[in-house]
């Protein structure tokens, strides 16, 4: 009789160890795309042998060394004498899951110990290769860093699974094509293509902590994905200050997460928060890495900036304790550094609250006239409370109906439902 443990452990074991598992197979075929696939196959054969065999006594060595064999039946399908093949072979010694044998007694190691770290870094900038789309990044990185299926991704951003499926195949064709080798890339390369990581874990983690669509505002099963493979990369590439930073961001935004929701999931704005729910260890954590990253001694990036800002909030017993003014200057450092219209706009609110809703308006406005955040509801949404403030109720009316139009999660466009009704 099949044994559902053994599921489970499937599951809990791909989640541990699967970049450990394609990266050790990308390593050893020297082919990404081919080593994901073998992975996958070896998952496949687990969900069926577990359950009705029992769990190994090495999981994860039985998944490498299907994984392994499964390589040796591509090459000979490729050719029956071909040099790798032979060596492959040569090198498994026909061990492993031997027929009839006990199953999971892998009979070589696993991986090398001193490669794993190299491994999962590959593995990383692989799946963040400039070469890919940003979706294409996300879904790969989720896939073969993340360990998440086709269907927990589609789920994760509200999309068919065939959608994702198709990124992930459409990116490991482009990674071919491209002869993207399984290697951490030099010195010279690395600053470029880690600022290509850094982002894919950025944007899963804001999916995660404001969902753009869906009934929830806060995914937090994709947002500690995020916090996990940030982690993950700290211990990685230590002496990268922006690492440390964008950890330090993700840890004391999160911080705030239990006090963001109401009892019904409704939103809860900043100023009326309970700041007692907030996770302190989260924030000591954030801190912590907030001051690794202002070790470096090189000035902090756009990860470690939006990381002080939130630091400012975390510190402060209230809204009106903030230290409103070094949140404004924070902000204008993070527009010189990255100009982004989103900046901009959170440097008005932040401008609203150091000086007042006039001083912020001509911002707003100029933001408005340029026509970047059109499509955004983030944009009437500000707008709309600057000229509550301002007592321009019929103006502050129409943003808010405006942002109402243009919002795509259901919490968030309750709560400016009830904005704009409180102003009849």
């Not at 209230?318 to 450092?333: F, H, I, K, P, Q």
């Not at 008005?348 to 911002?363: D, F, Q, R, T, Y």
Request: aromatic share 4%; proline share 5%.
């Amino acid at each position: 009789m099949a044994d559902p443990t053994g599921r489970e452990a499937v599951a809990a074991v791909w989640r541990i160890e699967s970049a450990r598992i394609v990266g050790a197979l990308a390593r050893y075929t020297g082919d990404f795309a081919l080593a994901e696939d073998l992975a996958q196959e070896a998952l496949a054969e687990a969900l069926v042998n577990w359950p009705r065999d029992g769990v190994p006594r090495n999981p994860a060595g039985w998944l490498l060394t299907v994984g392994r064999r499964r390589a040796i039946d591509a090459f000979r399908r490729r050719s029956a004498r071909d040099d790798r093949y032979a060596a492959l072979a040569h090198d498994l010694g026909e061990g492993g899951v031997a027929a009839g044998g006990e199953p999971g007694e892998a009979q070589d190691l696993p991986w090398d110990p001193d490669q794993i770290d190299d491994d999962v870094l590959a593995l990383m900038f692989i799946s963040c290769h400039p070469v890919l789309s940003r979706e294409a990044r996300v879904a790969l990185t989720l896939r073969v860093v993340g360990g998440l299926t086709s269907d927990e991704i589609a789920k994760a951003f509200l999309v068919p699974t065939a959608t994702v499926q198709a990124r992930i195949t459409r990116a490991k064709k482009t990674l071919g094509a491209a002869r993207v080798p399984f290697v951490v890339p030099p010195p010279e390369e690395r600053a470029e293509r880690l600022g290509s990581v850094l982002s894919a874990i950025y944007l899963i983690f804001t999916e995660g902590s404001s969902a753009s669509s869906g009934d929830d505002l806060i995914r937090l099963d994709l947002a500690g994905e995020a916090q996990r493979l940030a982690r993950i990369l700290t211990r990685l590439v230590p002496d990268q200050p922006e690492v440390h930073g964008l950890l330090a961001l993700l840890e004391l935004t999160a911080a705030r997460f239990p006090a963001r929701t109401g009892p019904h999931g409704e939103p809860v704005l900043l100023e009326q928060q309970d700041r007692r729910r907030w996770d302190r260890a989260a924030i000591r954590r954030g801190r912590a890495a907030l001051a690794r990253a202002e070790q470096a001694g090189r000035g902090l990036g756009a990860y470690g900036l939006q990381a002080a800002i939130a630091e400012c909030h975390a510190l402060a017993a209230s809204v009106d304790a903030t230290n409103w003014e070094r949140v404004v200057l924070l902000y204008e450092a993070l527009g010189r550094l990255t100009p982004s219209p989103v900046v901009d706009l959170n440097r008005a609110v932040a401008v609203s609250m150091a000086h007042g809703p006039a001083a912020a308006l001509p911002i707003v406005d100029e933001l408005a006239a340029a026509g970047t955040l059109a499509s955004s509801h983030l944009l009437p949404t500000v707008r709309g409370e600057l000229l509550t403030r301002l007592g321009r109720t019929d103006e502050a009316r129409a943003e808010l109906e405006l942002a109402v139009k243009l919002c795509g999660n259901e919490r968030e466009r309750a709560l400016l439902e009830r904005k704009l009704a409180d102003l009849s």
